[in-house]
């Protein structure tokens, strides 16, 4: 649900500007008050998830979010879509690092299980993209755009009634004092530095009003390292961040999902505006850069468990980098099959890397702590996600001729970073050997 409801709304966006009266940057906040309300609220939903237990906070959080979609289908200006889509945020915060400590403490130490199970949540993820796209334009051409969000309620009614039959609590760890400030600090960090971002590209902003959203932001993020570092209950332990493969797993998880939001999010505009497509017609194109992230997914897994986490990174961000690089050179004249190779290739690559990074990131933490561990690097990934769209979305704000150049510039600076993730995971990732050494302490 999580995940669907970042495609199914990208390829809505043209019908929603049209019916709420949005501007780009509207429409980017309509995607990133999401992404952000799920980036700055997921580390104390997963401290929250080892405290009060998983099982209870995910459910919280599916009904927060079921009702916070209701809301957004029943939205009649755009400010007021983007307010609930910061409440459904907060259930989405909820439940995915919930759902992942509910996995990992299943599994208990069984290391097979565990990446196969990593495997599965991961490819759950990649089915719901693949269905957004599709879904969002059938639902967008027959129903209404209003639709997306009010599928969420039956589906989230199920999931509560079966969480609660067949999942079992967690075991829950030392209750301690909850970190207010620092989490006021992070959310003020994440919103001014993604609008900074957002509104360079906006009208009637200046460049410096924008840079000064930016320092805020950089002096909000340092107030919050230094204040995490003197607390007695910091809301995100620094002393993870002193193991090499939690870092690098980090790093890699925000170049992935950086790339990956903006390319979705650019995609749709590009599709649309550019190409002319239908909502349906942009749905069925979104199908090769969804569709083989779930293979890849599950091939990913399969490689952690007999050659470890690094091989598999490593090989997923080079053919990524190399589905970007076919991608440069496209109008507003290219022809569909033209897209196809490069389109498979960025998810088949970017779904190779997901598991294995999840794997080594969770086996760095203690299973107690698996919560807040996940808590973490999914805050990493949206944060990457957020300030993917912001940016890319910034570079395709204008007409026919300012969308394709800025998709160029986007496709080449994507293969870059994706290049630099695959560096950085060969040298901070462990080998088999080292790494299995590094899992069991």
């Known amino acids: 649900m999580v995940q669907l409801d970042v495609t199914i709304v990208n390829v809505a966006l043209a019908k929603i500007g049209i019916a709420l009266n949005t501007s780009i940057s509207g429409l980017q906040w309509m995607v990133d008050a999401y992404t952000i309300a799920i980036a700055s609220l997921m580390i104390s939903a997963g401290a929250i998830g080892d405290r009060l237990g998983a099982r209870k906070t995910f459910v919280l959080g599916m009904i927060v979010f079921s009702l916070s979609s209701l809301a957004c289908g029943l939205a009649q200006t755009g400010e007021a879509l983007v307010a609930f889509r910061v409440i459904q945020g907060l259930g989405a915060a909820m ?112 460049i410096y009003r924008s840079a000064a959203l930016i320092i805020i932001s950089s002096m909000m993020i340092g107030g919050f390292i230094i204040f995490e570092s003197r607390t007695k209950h910091p809301m995100l332990p620094l002393f993870f961040f002193k193991n090499i493969t939690f870092c690098t797993s980090a790093i890699a998880g925000f170049i992935n999902n950086s790339v990956y939001y903006g390319i979705i999010f650019v995609a749709s505009i590009y599709f649309q505006r550019a190409l002319m497509y239908s909502p349906l017609q942009a749905g069925l194109a979104f199908i090769p850069l969804t569709g083989t992230g779930v293979i890849s997914n599950l091939i990913g897994s399969r490689i952690v468990a007999s050659r470890g986490p690094r091989l598999p990174m490593v090989m997923g961000f080079f053919l990524a980098s190399i589905g970007c690089i076919l991608l440069v050179d496209i109008s507003a004249t290219t022809c569909y099959t033209h897209l196809i190779s490069g389109l498979a290739l960025i998810p088949l690559g970017l779904g190779l890397a997901i598991p294995p990074m999840t794997y080594a990131f969770l086996s760095t933490v203690p299973k107690e702590r698996a919560g807040i561990a996940s808590g973490v690097f999914n805050t990493v990934r949206q944060v990457g996600g957020a300030i993917g769209v912001a940016i890319f979305g910034s570079l395709v704000a204008g007409d026919t001729q300012q969308i394709v150049a800025g998709v160029h510039t986007i496709f080449f600076t994507c293969a870059i970073l994706l290049v630099a993730a695959a560096v950085i995971s060969f040298i901070g990732i462990q080998r088999r050997a080292a790494f299995d050494k590094i899992a069991q302490n």
């Open 95 to 206: 439940i995915l690092p919930c759902s992942l400590s509910l996995l990992n403490f299943a599994c208990g130490n069984d290391g097979k299980s565990k990446s196969k199970a990593i495997g599965l949540w991961n490819a759950a993820g990649g089915v719901a993209i693949i269905a957004g796209p599709i879904l969002g334009g059938l639902f967008v051409e027959t129903i209404g755009w209003r639709s997306i969000f009010l599928v969420n309620v039956p589906i989230g009614a199920f999931v509560i009634y079966m969480a609660k039959i067949h999942i079992q609590e967690t075991k829950l760890v030392s209750q301690n004092n909850f970190d207010f400030f620092g989490q006021i600090l992070i959310v003020l960090a994440l919103i001014t530095l993604t609008g900074g971002v957002i509104e360079i590209g906006a009208l009637g902003w200046t």
